[in-house]
């Protein structure tokens, strides 16, 4: 069984940055791909960042892909995704997963991120 904790949220105005990480636990994490997504109030869950176990890394979501990094280290079984001048059209609940075969089968709590104009 695997299980993922988010961590990193939080309250933050405008312009500021957080990074949120994904601790791994119950697989051999540096074996698998990674992502981040994210749930508006009223809108569909979207996924924003993917990294494969071997580090390609992809911005899905036109409107992050200058300020939003994802990375892992694999030593500490955890994904990060690194969010540099937030807006408010950023906040949402973040979720981090894990895909075995092709899917996301694994996801974490989610960890709240609300950005003040």
């Known amino acids: 069984q695997v299980q993922l904790v988010e961590s990193g949220g939080g309250l933050v105005q405008a312009g500021d940055s957080l990074r949120l990480s994904c601790a791994a636990s119950?697989?051999?994490?540096?074996?698998?791909?990674m992502a981040w997504f994210r749930q508006a109030p009223g809108k569909e869950r979207e996924i924003v960042a993917s990294?494969?176990?071997?580090?390609?890394?992809?911005i899905l979501v036109d409107s992050v892909k200058d300020r939003f990094t994802i990375f892992r280290d694999n030593a500490k079984n955890t994904v990060y995704l690194q969010m540099n001048s937030l807006k408010p059209e950023d906040t949402a609940v973040y979720y981090c997963?894990?895909?075995?075969?092709?899917?996301?089968?694994?996801w974490g709590q989610g960890t709240q991120v609300t950005v003040s104009s």
């Open positions: 119950g697989r051999s994490f540096s074996n698998y791909d």
């Open positions: 990294i494969t176990w071997n580090n390609i890394r992809a």
């Open positions: 997963a894990l895909r075995v075969a092709r899917a996301y089968s694994y």
